[in-house]
């Protein structure tokens, strides 16, 4: 077994044993599952067999690792799944709420649930399907203190780990420590212009 990726890791059956490329034998009767993953790679999978009636194993078998698409639309950051403090001190609350509003609009364009009153605002899931991934991302704000003014701001980015996730199956989503690139100025976009 090869990789094209010299540090990639190879697994037989759920058990790594090299990177990069790793004798693999297949008992007689029997199959083993060679996998190949490498973070920002696409895994890498393929089935041997050496059972009766069957194509033997081949000698070699080379994995073209391909780059992963979710990794390339996304970076990594220590914003995601965090509660940021936005203090507000020139702004009224009514205008600050309006621009909150005005900012988590221009990246999610469906709000699930807002409440003026409590100062809190949650969007719906926003989601991106990948080949094998699928990344779930939503805002949510809540003040934090009234005196003196200030507001919680959680980008809650999730990966499922599949493709064609259905964004209701929170199951099979789990944090994320990376965000799409078209979210990646959110947290920034609120400190600079919540004030």
């Given at each position: 077994?090869?990789?094209?990726?010299?540090?990639?890791?190879i697994?037989?059956?759920?058990?790594?044993?090299?990177?990069?490329?790793?004798?693999?034998?297949v008992p007689?009767?029997?199959c083993?599952?060679?996998?190949?993953?490498?973070?920002g790679?696409?895994?890498?999978?393929?089935?041997?067999?050496h059972?009766?009636?069957?194509?033997?194993?081949?000698?070699?078998?080379?994995?073209?690792?391909?780059?992963?698409?979710a990794f390339?639309?996304?970076?990594?950051t220590?914003?995601?799944?965090?509660?940021?403090?936005?203090?507000?001190?020139?702004?009224?609350?009514?205008k600050?709420w309006?621009?909150?509003?005005?900012?988590?609009?221009?990246?999610?364009?469906?709000?699930?649930i807002?409440?003026?009153?409590?100062?809190?605002?949650?969007?719906?899931?926003?989601?991106?399907?990948?080949k094998?991934?699928?990344?779930?991302?939503?805002?949510?704000?809540?003040?934090s203190?009234?005196?003196?003014?200030?507001?919680?701001?959680?980008?809650?980015?999730?990966?499922?780990?599949?493709?064609?996730?259905?964004?209701?199956?929170?199951?099979l989503?789990?944090?994320?420590?990376?965000?799409?690139r078209?979210?990646?100025?959110?947290?920034?976009?609120?400190?600079?212009?919540?004030?």
């Open positions: 077994m090869n990789a094209s990726q010299s540090d990639a890791e697994y037989v059956n759920g058990k790594m044993i090299g990177k990069g490329s790793a004798r693999v034998i007689k009767d029997d083993v599952t060679v996998t190949a993953k490498k973070i790679y696409l895994k890498e999978q393929i089935e041997f067999c059972q009766k009636g069957m194509a033997k194993p081949p000698k070699t078998h080379y994995f073209e690792m391909k780059n992963d698409d390339d639309a996304s970076v990594q220590d914003i995601a799944n965090v509660d940021i403090e936005i203090p507000v001190n020139s702004l009224s609350r009514d600050a309006k621009l909150i509003n005005q900012i988590v609009l221009n990246y999610i364009d469906v709000i699930e807002t409440d003026k009153e409590t100062g809190y605002l949650r969007t719906a899931w926003s989601l991106q399907t990948f094998q991934n699928t990344i779930r991302t939503r805002i949510i704000v809540k003040e203190s009234i005196n003196p003014l200030a507001f919680k701001v959680k980008l809650i980015s999730e990966e499922s780990g599949e493709a064609m996730t259905s964004v209701k199956s929170d199951h989503y789990k944090e994320w420590d990376r965000v799409l078209s979210y990646n100025n959110t947290i920034s976009e609120f400190q600079a212009r919540i004030k």
